[in-house]
């Protein structure tokens, strides 16, 4: 059974570009959340989908957007990427209208440079 | 806004030694998180924590819940090198909704 799944696992771009993040979700999770950790912090919330649509959402510009699909798997994208945007991106996985707790990918670590 | 603190940021142990990480919150919530992250990996799940009084227990690690003090406290008992880690609380003030992390406390287990 796998669990949530995330790719890259790197990734290195320039200020000002635009990066794509992936993920799939654990076998039968139908919702999922991004959260962004900066290096030495705790991971912040960035937004959940459910039905393919965002559920909720933090405190964090509209550069960062994101999709769901039919199947669950998401996309978090973000545009006119800073150095500040450097840091971990993990994407957890869950199940609505259960008390699952949330599953954690591996994360994308994103260096803006 | 839900806020959630814990203490210390920073531990020092010895092996063999017991410590208790403190993590306070400031609203009501339905469930509270112990994560363990070692250096460039991403989360483990320890323990979720459901209502008042609950206890878990893994290996050399317990964890408790007090609602009403808004408080819950991971405990670490006779402590090993492999212990050495990042360990963050999340708090989820309904359920389904996002989790608030706290600033972690990175645990150094010394010989």
């Known amino acids: 059974d796998a669990g949530v799944t995330q790719s890259p696992t790197h990734l290195i771009k320039t200020r000002g570009q635009q990066v794509t993040l992936r993920c799939s979700p654990k076998s039968g999770h139908d919702t999922v959340s991004w959260y962004q950790q900066a290096l030495g912090q705790g991971p912040q919330f960035i937004f959940q989908?459910?039905?393919?649509?965002?559920?909720q959402r933090g405190n964090f510009p509209d550069r960062f957007s994101g999709h769901q699909f039919p199947n669950y798997s998401s996309e978090l994208n973000v545009n006119a990427l800073l150095l500040g945007d450097s840091a971990l991106y993990l994407c957890?996985?869950?199940?609505?209208?259960?008390?699952?707790?949330?599953?954690f990918g591996n994360g994308t670590r994103l260096t803006v440079t | 806004e839900l806020k959630v603190e814990q203490n210390p940021l920073f531990l020092s142990m010895q092996e063999g030694k017991n410590y208790t990480i403190y993590c306070n919150y400031s609203?009501?919530?339905?469930?509270l998180y112990w994560y363990r992250q070692d250096p460039g990996k991403s989360l483990e799940s320890l323990f979720v924590?459901?209502?008042?009084?609950a206890v878990k227990q893994e290996g050399r690690l317990m964890a408790s819940l007090d609602t009403k003090a808004r408080l819950s406290t991971l405990h670490i008992t006779a402590a090993v090198h492999d212990l050495s880690a990042t360990y963050f609380c999340a708090v989820e003030e309904t359920s389904g909704s996002r989790l608030t992390f706290g600033e972690g406390t990175q645990l150094t287990v010394n010989p």
């Open positions: 957890a996985s869950s199940l609505a209208g259960f008390n699952s707790p949330l599953h």
């Open positions: 924590l459901l209502s008042n009084g």
């Open positions: 609203t009501t919530s339905d469930r």
């Open positions: 989908y459910y039905e393919e649509e965002e559920r």
